[in-house]
């Protein structure tokens, strides 16, 4: 099996780094700590993608698993996304008030997630979260957010663990950081600060990067709601990264609950730019007090997109699909894996599927694993939970499972102490 070459990639980052700050930004960046290692392996720019797949500027084809880190749900270019959003295009997308799309999408999520009883869109994941923490404040006047440990909400600075470059220390001062699963240090905290706490955000599981990902305990959902409500602490959902995964009604619902927020973003419109925050009618005066907006928040376009992408999720069961082709690849890996004397684990949701060598604790197994993969063509992450969407059929799988051989091959060459 041929071994990709990168050259237009590289070059092209040569020109980037020039007039782009960090050449490219987020985990591929500096200050995203180039988690993409060894660096030689990875392509850089994208060209085209098609269905399960995208193709590099050297003219590589990869079956993608990261899924654009989640918007690829449907599959990329999907023609009825696409042919919404294209026909809307033509009619308006940007203009002074906004298309009555966006009341029809409002419509939609309210229809379709458990807990919503209203909409509100934005762009991006942070632009919600953000929403979300400030209405938190707005309503109950208090300050303290908790936080649980391996969370990621975005980039704003109220969403950082600790200070760090242009992050003010007051920015992060009333964060308060728990471990996962663990009852008594919330319990700990609400006796602590019991006056002060707004709101606890949180995604649905722990789906952290470098770590297996863990579904939460039996009954701890139903626990911190119950520990919530009695405390009069707003319960955020930060379902960016799961949502429409797990669940068309959202995570809460599939995990026997209703937050008193629930944010979306990723798979919302399949790539289209939208993101949304829903809630309860208790929070909608608090929501609607806070004064927020964007240039592009109302553009119609993204609306279009999101109403098909919705219905075209309900319409194929997408969520169960997800999970099966997530259960397949998962249990085909690990038996290639064993047929080669490695132990290969999933955890997370099947369609957020999390990947880890137990053979190895540093981790250099599974980079190097994960590398060999993409030299060859699958988009594999050694750090980060991956994503299945829509387009991933059986040959995708076959393939998968090819590769999957081949890089362990590889890897069994250079890490000859694991055998
Ligand atoms: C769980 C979670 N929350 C929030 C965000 C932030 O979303 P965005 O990058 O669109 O601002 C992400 C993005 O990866 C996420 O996975």
């Known amino acids: 099996m041929k071994t990709y070459e990168y050259n237009k990639s590289h070059a092209l980052f040569e020109r980037a780094a020039q007039v782009i700050p960090g050449g490219i930004y987020g985990h591929l960046g500096v200050a995203g700590g180039r988690r993409y290692i060894p660096a030689s392996a990875y392509p850089l720019f994208a060209e085209r993608a098609e269905g399960a797949y995208f193709w590099d500027v050297d003219g590589n084809r990869f079956l993608d698993y990261m899924a654009a880190y989640g918007p690829n749900v449907l599959g990329y270019n999907d023609r009825e996304v696409n042919e919404a959003a294209i026909k809307q295009a033509a009619?308006?997308?940007?203009?002074?008030?906004?298309?009555?799309?966006?009341?029809?999408?409002?419509?939609?999520?309210?229809?379709?997630?458990?807990?919503?009883?209203?909409?509100?869109?934005?762009?991006?994941?942070?632009?919600?979260?953000?929403?979300?923490?400030?209405?938190?404040?707005?309503?109950?006047?208090?300050?303290?957010?908790?936080?649980?440990?391996?969370?990621?909400?975005?980039?704003?600075?109220?969403?950082?663990?600790?200070?760090?470059?242009?992050?003010?220390?007051?920015?992060?001062?009333?964060?308060?950081?728990?471990?996962?699963?663990?009852?008594?240090?919330?319990?700990?905290?609400?006796?602590?600060?019991?006056?002060?706490?707004?709101?606890?955000?949180?995604?649905?599981?722990?789906?952290?990067?470098?770590?297996?990902?863990?579904?939460?305990?039996?009954?701890?959902?139903?626990?911190?709601?119950?520990?919530?409500?009695?405390?009069?602490?707003?319960?955020?959902?930060?379902d960016i990264r799961c949502g429409f995964r797990l669940d068309m009604a959202g995570s809460d619902h599939y995990f026997g609950i209703k937050a008193d927020l629930i944010c979306f973003c990723k798979a919302i419109a399949n790539g289209w730019n939208l993101s949304a925050l829903c809630g309860t009618d208790a929070l909608k005066s608090a929501v609607q007090s806070v004064f927020y907006t964007g240039s592009y928040w109302m553009s119609a376009v993204p609306f279009a997109a999101a109403i098909a992408t919705i219905n075209k999720l309900k319409r194929i069961n997408g969520v169960q699909l997800m999970n099966d082709i997530g259960t397949r690849l998962t249990s085909g890996l690990s038996e290639v894996a064993k047929s080669h004397g490695f132990n290969m684990e999933a955890s997370g949701a099947p369609s957020l599927f999390y990947l880890h060598i137990t053979d190895d604790k540093s981790m250099m197994l599974q980079q190097d694993w994960a590398a060999e993969c993409v030299k060859r063509g699958v988009f594999f992450s050694h750090y980060h939970n991956m994503f299945t969407n829509c387009a991933i059929g059986d040959e995708e799988i076959k393939l998968s499972l090819e590769v999957a051989d081949e890089a362990f091959k590889a890897v069994k060459v250079k890490h000859p102490q694991f055998i």
């Open 91 to 238: 009619i308006a997308d940007c203009t002074t008030l906004p298309s009555s799309l966006i009341v029809d999408l409002a419509e939609l999520m309210v229809d379709t997630v458990a807990s919503a009883d209203w909409a509100f869109f934005a762009k991006n994941g942070g632009d919600v979260t953000t929403l979300a923490v400030m209405s938190a404040r707005a309503a109950t006047g208090r300050k303290k957010i908790i936080f649980l440990e391996g969370y990621y909400h975005g980039v704003a600075p109220w969403a950082h663990t600790d200070t760090g470059p242009g992050i003010l220390e007051e920015e992060v001062s009333n964060n308060i950081l728990i471990p996962w699963d663990d009852l008594d240090a919330l319990e700990a905290v609400i006796r602590e600060h019991k006056e002060d706490i707004a709101g606890l955000i949180a995604t649905p599981y722990y789906h952290t990067v470098f770590d297996s990902n863990q579904l939460p305990a039996k009954d701890y959902w139903q626990k911190v709601r119950k520990l919530c409500t009695d405390n009069g602490i707003v319960l955020i959902f930060d």
